[in-house]
T-cell receptor, first 116, second 112 residues
Framework: AQSVAQPEDQVNVAEGNPLTVKCTYS??????LFWYVQYPNRGLQFLLK??????LVKGSYGFEAEFNKSQTSFHLKKPSALVSDSALYFC??????????????FGGGTRLMVKP | NAGVMQNPRHLVRRRGQEARLRCSPM?????VYWYRQLPEEGLKFMVY????????ESGMPKERFSAEFPKEGPSILRIQQVVRGDSAAYFC??????????FGPGTRLTVT
């Protein structure tokens, strides 16, 4: 079975500092990995995905994520945080070769608070 | 407290038929979201509803798709005159306050 863990319920950073939101996963095969962001009163918005290729994936709004197979991680990063980045972030995984078909499994979410 | 429930889990429809997907949110949750996941893709937001109101339908196709969340009963995503391109997994999520979301297991729609 596939699973995703986001070990931090909340991450606090100061504006202008780098940010990292952690995600680890478990799948039986090669994972497809995704990050989503949710702003208040909105649905999830896609940020970026890793399917294959370069381990460093660049996405929307200046975010990037690094796929690390040995550590089964896919941490979300941004070099310089903005107050407007404050939101809820979800990591998700799909195991294309597993029994779940194309269904995604989501982590529990991490709230990012960026303070001025 | 049961989680978000979706039914059916698998739905097969022929082209031109109607598909009705149901979502029962977690107890006490009055916010419901619908997402579609096409093969090889992540989730795409479709619509956000509160009881009896559509809050954000910016992700809904303009034709054939509709959603409701009545005062009583589950939220329904309705697809009329389905086409092969509608084949996807449809996820529902619910929230108590419009912020954090709890996802259901999804409905896999196959159009033949």
């Amino acid at each position: 079975a596939q699973s995703v863990a986001q070990p931090e319920d909340q991450v606090n950073v100061a504006e202008g500092n780098p940010l990292t939101v952690k995600c680890t996963y478990s799948v039986s095969g090669n994972p497809y990995l995704f990050w989503y962001v949710q702003y208040p009163n909105r649905g999830l918005q896609f940020l970026l995905k890793y399917i294959t290729g370069d381990n460093l994936v660049k996405g929307s709004y200046g975010f990037e994520a690094e796929f690390n197979k040995s550590q089964t991680s896919f941490h979300l990063k941004k070099p310089s945080a903005l107050v407007s980045d404050s939101a809820l972030y979800f990591c998700a995984v799909r195991d294309p070769g597993g029994n779940a078909g194309n269904m995604l499994t989501f982590g529990g979410g991490t709230r990012l608070m960026v303070k001025p | 407290n049961a989680g978000v429930m979706q039914n059916p889990r698998h739905l097969v429809r022929r082209r031109g038929q109607e598909a009705r997907l149901r979502c029962s949110p977690m107890k006490g949750h009055s916010h419901v979201y619908w997402y579609r996941q096409l093969p090889e893709e992540g989730l795409k937001f479709m619509v956000y509803l509160q009881k009896e109101n559509i809050i954000d339908e910016s992700g809904m196709p303009k034709e054939r798709f509709s959603a409701e969340f009545p005062k009583e009963g589950p939220s329904i995503l309705r697809i009329q005159q389905v086409v092969r391109g509608d084949s996807a997994a449809y996820f529902c999520a619910s929230s108590p306050n419009g912020y954090g979301q709890y996802f259901g297991p999804g409905t896999r729609l196959t159009v033949t």
